[in-house]
């Protein structure tokens, strides 16, 4: 459940070893899946919108700040470093004499930003006070307006969807509050999980009344190849009662878990599908976990004869056919050869390494090395010598022992025959 939906991953900061969460493919795939609300596309915020804190003049009453909230606009302070955009910065000595901290939070406001990322205004360490959707690139202001503090030059134009709030971001933020670095991308947060919070809080952005419900949501898969080989108590985990229709979010039945590093909740949306993959002549189906069973409907998918060609004179949907049928008898209707073996051969040569590569050594594995079988399903013992692929040569049992008392019955060993694989006639007499 960990590493599909939320894991651990280590990285470096200032030289210092850190562990940060990382959603996992179907956290992620769920995320996506569910998208912005209507009345957050509306407002101008993009689907994978980064969060931002920003401290605009501290926490206090400040007129800097309300000037900023009235007026569409984010300001940040090193008035003297210059123009943040300017190609000279990392030359001039005002930018040089800052610190790291200082240093990041000038670039991640003048370049860090994109349209529709999302800013959070704090009011307090814990909290924030204005939610605001970015509508444009930085700009440099040297004349800042009256009631401006003189050095908040550096300005990002900011739409305020939500003011006047007082919301703890702890709740969401793996209980952690805003560090003092004036700004920073908050790598825990995403949009849903603001929203979600403005909602519990009772601030709606302030056109979500006006907006229209959301018409139907593309669906969005998740296929999972060879899903009977794999521990599916450990890919799962809580995710096999989430994935059932009646616990999708917003079913009646609707459940959601707390996940166990970042402490939020989690349910998977129903327009998430998941899609597994399977081999009936794998032996590891019969162990197949009665839960998933249950959960999934299964859909036989049977070979395709019908979507191949004739290749140099070679029929290979009469070929794939008449194989099929003999495996079906010998061994049994789940050891079929698929039409994908043959999807991309378009020349002779091609035909031969299918055959080679794959076509025989999976015929061997089948039969366990009954030569006799697998003749029968390439047809060769009505085959001209020469394009049989399979050749049986003769022991002389008196010349290597002296005697036949003990020998048994395996007097005769098999070899493939390269030269067939050449001839034309070798694949057509599978099936003539």
Known sequence: MREILQGLAADSEDGNLKYEIRDGVFKSLCIAAEGVSKAAEASGIRKDATIWKLSIDGTGKSATRDYCLAHGEARIGWGKVGDLSSPDLIDQAAYMALGVQDKSTIQDF??????????????????????????????????PPLGVRENYKNV???KWLIQGQDINVTEINDGVGFTQKTMYAMRRLIWQDVEALLRRNGAELENAANV?????????????????????SRIFGDLIT???????????EALEVTLPYSKKKFSVPDNVYLMGTMNTADRSLAG????????????????????????????????????????????GR???????????????????????????????????????????????????KEC?????????????????????NGNSRWQINAAAFDKIESYTGIYN
Not at 111 to 131: E, P, Y
Not at 296 to 318: N, Q, Y
């Open 110 to 143: 003048s370049v860090g930003t994109d349209v529709g990322d999302v800013i959070l205004c704090i009011g307090s360490n814990n909290s924030f006070q204005a939610v605001g959707v970015v509508q444009g690139p930085y700009r440099y202001d040297p004349n």
């Open 156 to 158: 990002l134009p900011v």
């Open 212 to 232: 229209p419900a959301a018409p139907g949501k593309k669906p969005h898969v998740l296929i999972i190849d060879e899903i009977n080989r794999g521990n599916i």
């Open 242 to 252: 989430l994935i059932e229709s009646s616990k999708r979010r917003g079913s009646k």
């Open 288 to 331: 197949l976990d009665v839960a998933l069973r249950r959960r999934f409907v299964f859909e036989e998918m049977p070979p395709k004869p019908e979507l191949l060609s004739t290749v140099a004179g070679i029929d290979l949907k009469r070929l794939l056919g008449i194989m099929n049928q003999r495996i079906e008898v010998l061994l």
């Open 334 to 384: 789940d050891h079929l050869l698929g039409h994908a073996y043959f999807i991309g051969v378009e020349s002779l040569p091609a035909l031969k390494e299918v055959f080679r590569r794959q076509i025989v050594p999976l015929l061997q594995e089948y039969f366990f090395e009954n030569w006799e079988k697998i003749a029968m399903v390439l047809n060769d013992p009505r085959k001209p």
């Open 388 to 408: 049989q692929f399979l050749s049986k040569l003769e022991f002389d049992v008196h010349v290597l022992f002296g005697s036949e008392e003990g020998v048994g």
